[in-house]
C-alpha cells in the first residue's frame, strides 16, 4: 500500500520537539511515548529487514512498527488479527448497532479522570443493555454484546461515547430457547437512556463521595462537594442520548463494521490534507448538516492539532473493546455454543477440542521489477542501517534462522 502524503508520524517530527518544550511538565508519561513511538514507527531507530528477489537480484528496506495502539499505521494489521479471532462467534441472527453517548458536561469532567469516567461508561452502558433486554416485559433473555470506546468527535474533540454490535435476540433466562428480537427493532432506546443516565449520575456521585475523582485548573473548584453537584443537577433532567441502527445484512457486513471501528484512532493519515508552519489541514464529518455539506475542512494550529490528539491517548493498561454477557470471555465458547443449539433446534456433536494451530506468517509483497518472490536476505537492529548491497551479479542467500 502508498505511503499516504502526509502522516500524524510527519506532524510529530516536524512540530512535537517545539510541542514538548512548550508544554515540558504538563505532558504524561504515555502521551510522550505516543509521540516517540509514532514519530519512529517504521524508521531505522526500530530497526527492519532487507528483501531480496532472488529472480531478478532487487532489494528493498522493511522497517519495524512500533506496534502502538494509537498508531494510524500499526492498527490494520492488529484488527486482521482480532476479527479474524471473532469470526467463529459469529450467529446466523441480525446484529444491531448501538451507541451510548455522554453529554458534554461529562466530556469535560472525564478530561481529568479518564480511568475512572471511562470505565464507569463502559460497566454503566453495559449494564444498562443486559438489565434491559432481561426484562421480560422488553426482551426477557440473555444477550451478548461487544462493545468498543471512542473517546474522540470528527474533528479530534473530546467526545466519549460506547459502540456496541449486539446480536439480535438472546437465550432465555432459563437457558432453554432463543429469543428473536423484533427484525428492526432491539430494545427501546428512550427507556435505555433514561437508565443510563440514573445509573451513571449515581456511581458518578459515589466516586466523588469516594474521593476518586479530581480536578485541576479552570476545574479545581469541582473539588467541592456542592460545587460539584451543582455542576451535575441540571444532567439529571437532560435527556441521554442512545441511539440504535437496524440490524446488519449478515456476519460479513458486521466484519465490515468491526473492522472500521476496532481499532480505530483519533484521525487516520488518509484525512490529513495539507501541513506547513502555520497549521494542519484535515478533513472532518459535521454531523449537524446533511448531505454533501457534511464533509467539511478544519486547519488547526500545529499545537492545537497536536494538543487534541493526545487528548485521546488512553490510560496505561485501558481495554478498549470488551465483551459482556454472552460474550463475556470466561463463558462465551459455551454461550455461543448452546446459541447455535439452540438457533438450529437440535443439539449439536462438538468435535474434540484440538490446539490452535499456529498462526500463518503472511507471505511478503512481491517483487515491484519482476513479480517474484522476496525472501529477507538481513536483519538490523534498532538505530543500526542494513549493510551495503551486496553484488548484484551474485545469487542472493537466505539468512540462516
Not at 252 to 271: D, K
Request: glycine share 8%; with cysteine; net charge positive.
Amino acid at each position: 500500500m502508498a505511503r499516504p502524503p502526509l502522516e500524524v508520524a510527519d506532524i510529530f517530527r516536524r512540530h512535537g520537539a517545539a510541542y514538548r518544550a512548550q508544554h515540558a511538565g504538563h505532558i504524561s508519561l504515555s502521551q510522550l511515548k505516543v509521540m516517540s513511538a509514532i514519530e519512529t514507527c517504521r524508521t531505522a531507530a526500530l530497526g527492519g529487514h532487507v528483501e531480496g528477489c532472488p529472480a531478478c537480484g532487487h532489494r528493498r528496506i522493511a522497517y519495524n512498527s512500533c506496534r502502538n495502539r494509537h498508531c494510524p499505521k500499526c492498527q490494520g494489521a492488529a484488527a486482521r488479527d482480532w476479527l479474524a479471532a471473532r469470526e467463529a462467534d459469529l450467529l446466523p441472527v441480525g446484529y444491531f448497532h448501538v451507541v451510548f453517548t455522554v453529554p458534554a458536561e461529562i466530556a469535560g469532567l472525564a478530561l481529568h479522570n479518564k480511568a475512572e469516567l471511562y470505565e464507569l461508561l463502559f460497566h454503566t452502558a453495559a449494564q444498562t443493555m443486559l438489565t434491559i433486554a432481561a426484562d421480560p416485559r422488553h426482551l426477557g433473555a440473555r444477550i451478548g454484546i461487544t462493545a468498543v470506546l471512542h473517546s474522540w468527535g470528527s474533528a479530534l474533540t473530546h467526545h466519549p461515547h460506547i459502540h456496541m454490535v449486539v446480536p439480535g435476540g438472546g437465550i432465555s433466562l432459563d437457558g432453554q430457547r432463543w429469543v428473536a428480537s423484533r427484525s428492526a427493532f432491539l430494545l427501546p432506546v428512550r427507556v435505555l437512556g433514561k437508565l443510563f443516565r440514573r445509573l451513571f449520575l449515581t456511581r458518578l456521585l459515589a466516586l466523588f463521595d469516594a474521593g476518586r475523582l479530581q480536578f485541576f485548573g479552570e476545574q479545581a473548584g469541582l473539588n467541592e462537594r456542592r460545587a460539584f453537584l451543582r455542576r451535575i443537577a441540571p444532567l439529571h433532567k437532560q435527556r441521554w442520548v442512545v441511539y440504535a441502527k437496524p440490524p446488519f445484512s449478515g456476519p460479513e457486513a458486521v466484519l465490515a463494521y468491526l473492522s472500521r471501528y476496532t481499532h480505530r484512532v483519533a484521525i487516520s493519515n488518509r484525512r490529513l490534507i495539507a501541513m506547513d508552519e502555520t497549521g494542519i489541514t484535515f478533513r472532518y464529518k459535521d454531523y449537524r448538516r446533511d448531505g454533501p455539506e457534511r464533509q467539511r475542512v478544519m486547519t488547526l494550529a500545529p499545537d492545537e492539532f497536536i494538543r487534541r490528539f493526545l487528548i485521546h491517548v488512553l490510560p496505561k493498561g485501558f481495554h478498549r473493546i470488551r465483551h459482556y454477557g454472552l460474550l463475556a470471555s470466561a463463558t462465551h465458547k459455551a454461550n455461543i455454543a448452546r446459541a447455535r443449539e439452540l438457533l438450529a433446534g437440535t443439539p449439536i456433536v462438538r468435535d474434540p477440542v484440538e490446539p490452535p494451530a499456529e498462526p500463518a506468517v503472511p507471505p511478503l509483497p512481491p517483487c515491484p521489477c519482476c513479480g517474484g518472490r522476496m525472501i529477507v536476505i538481513e536483519i538490523f537492529q534498532r538505530g543500526a542501517q542494513p549493510r551495503a548491497p551486496p553484488n548484484l551479479l551474485s545469487p542472493i542467500r537466505r539468512i540462516a534462522s
